[in-house]
């Protein structure tokens, strides 16, 4: 397979990246380069990556040439036009023309790749561009949006364009391969709701350099520290406005005794003085260092001028030694020094806004703030420094970030995506349904890997009359995510978000929502006077991602989902209110849920509710399997569903429990047996 990179900004070579060497040379070149050398290392794949060619002799000879190539599989390519400067972000739009004709042509002279991975929307319109005039699948990584800079302020005209390209992007792309849930759910689902069937959520890797040496960083900072040998708070971003280095300096210079415990380091990209051509990059720097001087915290604040790549990790280990690494952005599409920091064994405090809410949870250590407020990023910094048990905790993150973040694994499912959308897709002669099995997945097919295979083998075997859905309450870039995670393949039909969107695969390897389904369960839904209702009872809400058109979700108990019914059905707001698990609760339309949906799939296969199969192992599966009497709790069932009288307990635990039912309702295929045997 042959796989194109195009990414069009900032200053991309072959490694070791100059990050900060300009505004636009930051994380993305980390993914890119990260992306296109672990698809190297796969078999039988040639990775190019297209940027834009350019002469600045103050940032280095090499980004002029045509042919950079960086290992004997992977090469960058240089599109060149009448401009040879080099240009922002924010300035390549008016050579977007110029790029795309240049780019058309070096793909009519070939070779042509199989797919095309664009990064940010200006790379899209030239990938938009081969599609049509070669027919070339496309993957989308939008990695900053447009939209998520508006703030509630009107846009300007430049950033009113990006936007239009950026969902023209969204709703061309074959795939939108995102970093985080909250790109994946809310950011995308802003530009375009109907294409949150074609995303796929993709933790990306990090490269980081080498264990680095904690003296080696010390010396570097000590010119500018009182007592260097104290901890440190770690920041490293580029000197720009939305990475907030100016709120983590106020939140520090407002907390007498944050100064007491840790010094401040704060690595802001590479410059030669404070007056600078660039005029953000000038004024977040000259605006660093009034601080500092309002503040009187010379000594305590250390703000280097230059560093070298191979400086990087010598930071993370003086961090490691006590401190903590902070990003305080005003929102952080993902967050790859967050996960470089964890993998150098360097707890992190970080924006709540964004990709980092994942990165903290799957990494189980450290804290998220407000950026907004001073106190809040102080907060978080003082229990983070204040942790017990720091070295198990940091070890156990530690581990955790280097298994979860691996760039040959985004390699390997892109690689699957890759092949979804550049193979063609052959559909089978249509076979009566005879059965219908809808299954829950956490905890009923996961949980238990061995059995997984097992439940995939029946799959296999298993007659063509016999559907299979899933039915859970993930979004549906999770619920992919998850089955894949547990190698199971995804089902024709996803019904997601707890029974209120129905999702069903289409040609090229994405899936559409049914739009009939939504309509029913859309009357008599009042979401905004819902959502006024909740937040005037003081729920405590889940995060921003998980809230969805038809789905409300909230933190507490059973007995706080009986309240909130209570007062829904008091204001006359026809709703159903699922609790599950002991801790969440999910408000949802009155025509919606699981058993809903499964009805609505069978009635369209020409199925009876005696014909369905249903398997589920907490609450919010309690009304499919109050509903169908072909009913499974594997043995691993919570106790929230102990009041149940109907449906086939199962003595085994997760798929193989689903197996077993499968069996005393006399759908077990050879695998099966094979199970019961052993």
């Known amino acids: 397979m042959h796989v194109m990179h195009v990414a069009l900004g900032g200053c991309l070579a072959a490694p070791p990246i100059r990050y900060g060497l300009t505004e636009d040379t930051g994380g993305h070149i980390a993914y890119v380069l990260g992306a296109a050398l672990a698809q190297s290392r796969q078999t039988d794949t040639e990775v190019t990556i297209v940027t834009r060619a350019f002469d600045a002799p103050r940032l280095g000879a090499g980004f002029g040439l045509s042919k950079e190539r960086v290992t004997d599989n992977c090469t960058i390519r240089r599109l060149r036009t009448a401009c040879s400067d080099y240009l922002s972000k924010d ?6 023309p110029a790029l795309t004709e240049a780019f058309v042509a070096m793909l009519a002279d070939g070779p042509r790749p199989d ?15 081969a599609e049509d005039r070669f027919g070339i699948p496309w993957i989308y990584s939008s990695h900053s949006l447009g939209h998520e800079k508006c703030s509630g302020r009107a846009p300007g005209a430049a950033l009113r364009r990006r936007i239009v390209r950026e969902r023209r992007a969204v709703e061309r792309a074959s795939a939108i391969v995102a970093s985080s849930r909250d790109e994946a759910e809310r950011q995308i689902a802003g530009l375009s709701a109907d294409a949150e069937g074609r995303v796929h959520r993709v933790s990306p890797g990090v490269t980081v350099a080498g264990e680095g040496v904690a003296e080696r960083a010390r010396s570097r900072v000590a010119p500018f520290l009182r007592a260097p040998e104290k901890p440190v708070i770690l920041a490293i971003a580029r000197p720009i406005a939305k990475k907030n280095l100016d709120g983590l300096l106020r939140a520090y210079a407002q907390d007498e005794a944050l100064q007491e415990k840790a010094n401040l380091v704060i690595v802001a990209g590479l410059r030669e003085g404070l007056h600078d051509a660039d005029a953000e990059k000038q004024a977040v720097i000259r605006g660093l260092f009034d601080i500092v001087d309002r503040h009187d915290l010379w000594g305590k604040v250390a703000l280097p001028r230059h560093h070298r790549p191979e400086d990087i990790p010598d930071f993370y280990a003086l961090a490691s030694e006590g401190g903590v690494f902070c990003n305080p952005a005003h929102h952080e599409p993902f967050g790859l020094t967050i996960i470089e920091a964890a993998c150098s064994g360097v707890p992190v405090v970080a924006t709540r806004c964004g990709g980092p809410v994942d990165i903290l949870a799957t990494l189980g250590l450290g804290g998220l703030c407000d950026p907004q407020d001073p106190a809040s990023i102080a907060s978080a910094l003082h229990a983070v420094l204040d942790m017990p048990e720091r070295a198990v905790r940091v070890a156990r993150a530690r581990r955790q970030a280097q298994t979860a973040y691996d760039w040959n694994a985004w390699a390997e499912d892109v690689r699957r995506i ?18 219908l099995l809808a299954c829950d997945i956490d905890g009923t097919l996961t949980g238990d890997r061995q059995a997984a295979r097992r439940f995939e083998a029946w799959r296999a075997d298993v007659p063509e009359g016999v559907r299979f859905a899933v039915a859970t309450g993930r979004s549906l870039p999770e619920a992919r995510r998850v089955l894949c995670d547990w190698g199971i393949a995804a089902p024709a039909t996803l019904i997601t978000s707890v029974g209120t969107e129905i999702w069903r695969r289409a040609p090229g390897g994405g899936y559409r929502l049914c739009r009939d389904f939504a309509q029913i369960i859309h009357r008599y839904w009042q979401r905004d006077r819902v959502a006024e209702v909740l937040e005037a009872n003081g729920v405590s809400w889940q995060p921003g991602y998980e809230q969805r058109r038809w789905k409300l979700s909230l933190v507490g108990t059973a007995g706080d989902a009986d309240r909130i019914a209570t007062v829904l059905r008091d204001r006359g707001l026809p709703t159903r209110v699922i609790a599950s698990h002991g801790r969440f609760i999910d408000v949802v339309p009155c025509r919606a849920g699981k058993a809903q949906a499964i009805l609505f799939e069978a009635e369209r296969l020409g199925l009876l509710p005696t014909e369905v199969i249903v398997a589920g192992d907490s609450g919010n599966d309690r009304d499919m399997l109050e509903t169908f009497a072909r009913a499974i709790l594997p043995g691993n069932a919570l106790a929230e569903l102990d009041s149940l009288c109907t449906g086939y307990r199962a003595r085994q635990s997760h798929a193989a429990g689903v197996l077993e039912g499968l069996e005393y309702f006399g759908l077990a295929g050879g695998p099966c047996h094979d199970m019961a045997a052993e």
């Open 91 to 96: 300035a390549l739009e008016a050579e977007l």
């Open 115 to 129: 797919v095309i991975h664009a990064h940010f929307g200006d790379a899209a319109a030239l990938a938009i561009a």
């Open 418 to 435: 890759s092949a979804g959308i550049s193979l063609p897709t052959t559909e089978a002669g249509p076979v009566a349904a005879t059965d």
